[in-house]
């Protein structure tokens, strides 16, 4: 398997635009997080999905944040419209449920956001 | 409120000599934790973890002890290698609930040759 496949890259983008991030989990991975790397907070989690359905978006900093999860293999974090204290690095990572414990989770490379 | 503290942003180490990265945790149902290692321009990469049931796990040339009374777990990296230098996250977990990791703030450790 290649692993989590996060795209961009990297994006700039202009404040009040939207912004689409995208990721591809492990598969066979039933748990698909979204995380949010800043210097002042660290790794956030923002959502979390479980069987594609979200579980828990108590993260997600304002409604101009939405995630949502259409298969097993994909899902989006969107930004509506962006603002440039919402550069920083967005992860995606997958884990597996294995016997109902939980497997450490895999990272992508993630998405370096720049909103000037 | 931080549940996983990492209340060191950043040390220095000379190559050869011990590492030593500290977390401290408040949630009592935590039973679970990992480090994990991240380099620039890459995702967080799991490099150990422990059991609540046990208090050291050792993997080559890391080592995690865990102090549950004092709520408090440390990696030791001996020795040392410029290759280490990286940002390590502690990270928490509760496998009875089926809960997300929970990350502490990260500490970038450089290892000078």
């Known amino acids: 398997d290649a692993g989590v496949i996060q795209s961009p890259r990297h994006e700039v983008t202009e404040m009040g635009q939207e912004v689409t991030l995208r990721c591809k989990p492990i598969s066979g991975h039933d748990y698909l997080f979204w995380y949010r790397q800043t210097m002042m907070r660290g790794l956030e989690l923002l959502i979390y999905f479980n069987n594609n359905v979200p579980i828990d978006d108590s993260g997600m900093p304002e409604d101009r944040f939405s995630a949502k999860m259409p298969n097993a293999s994909f899902s989006t974090l969107k930004i509506q419209p962006s603002e440039p204290r919402d550069s920083a690095v967005y992860f995606c990572?997958?884990?597996?449920?294995?016997?109902?414990?939980?497997?450490?989770?895999?990272f992508g490379q993630g998405t370096r956001l720049t909103v000037v | 409120d931080q549940q996983v503290k990492q209340n060191s942003p950043s040390l220095s180490v000379q190559e050869g000599r011990i590492s030593i990265l500290n977390c401290d945790y408040t949630n009592s149902m935590f039973d679970y934790f990992l480090w994990y290692k991240k380099y620039p321009a890459e995702g967080p990469t799991f490099l150990i973890s422990i059991s609540s049931i046990k208090d050291k796990n050792e993997d080559g040339r890391f080592t995690v002890f865990l102090n549950k009374s004092a709520k408090h777990l440390s990696l030791h990296i001996v020795p040392s290698q410029p290759g280490d230098s990286a940002v390590y996250f502690c990270?928490?977990?509760?496998?009875?609930?089926?809960?997300?990791?929970?990350f502490g703030k990260g500490t970038r450790l450089s290892v000078i040759a």
């Open positions: 990572a997958s884990s597996a449920n294995v016997r109902g414990v939980n497997t450490e989770a895999f």
């Open positions: 990270a928490a977990d509760s496998n009875s609930g089926n809960t997300p990791l929970v």
